[in-house]
């Protein structure tokens, strides 16, 4: 395991994901296309699912949307929560010398 310590990166802000889109909302379909890969249609289902996903609109059978603002302020959040959960906070060396002696 490497000492160097985990750097968090700074805030996420995502917005620019809402001026490059055309609508006020995202078919689930393509939320692989609208987050440039960051979750996938199948993803979003499993996280709606587990009423873990983010506001949502059904717009028919078997047919989801989510509106484009509610839905970048949840990626934002999930994905700082998920690198806050991965994120370690650096380890003193002497510390590690100690503990091995």
């Known amino acids: 395991m490497s000492d160097t310590p985990?750097?968090?990166?700074?805030?996420?802000?995502l917005s620019a994901l809402?001026?490059?889109?055309p609508s006020a909302v995202v078919i689930r379909s393509k939320i692989e296309e609208f987050?440039?890969?960051l979750y996938t249609a199948g993803t979003m289902a499993n996280r709606d699912s587990a009423?873990?996903?983010p506001p949502r609109i059904?717009?028919?059978?078997?047919k989801?949307?989510?509106?484009?603002?509610p839905l970048?302020?949840?990626m934002e959040a999930d994905i700082a929560?998920?690198?806050a959960k991965t994120a370690k906070p650096p380890r003193c060396r002497k510390a590690n010398r100690e503990e091995s002696a």
């Open 6 to 13: 985990r750097i968090l990166p700074p805030q996420i802000n």
């Open 18 to 21: 809402a001026v490059k889109w």
């Open 35 to 37: 987050s440039g890969g």
């Open 51 to 53: 009423g873990d996903g």
């Open 58 to 62: 059904i717009v028919g059978p078997r």
């Open 64 to 69: 989801v949307a989510y509106m484009v603002e």
């Open 72 to 74: 970048i302020a949840w």
């Open 81 to 83: 929560r998920r690198t």
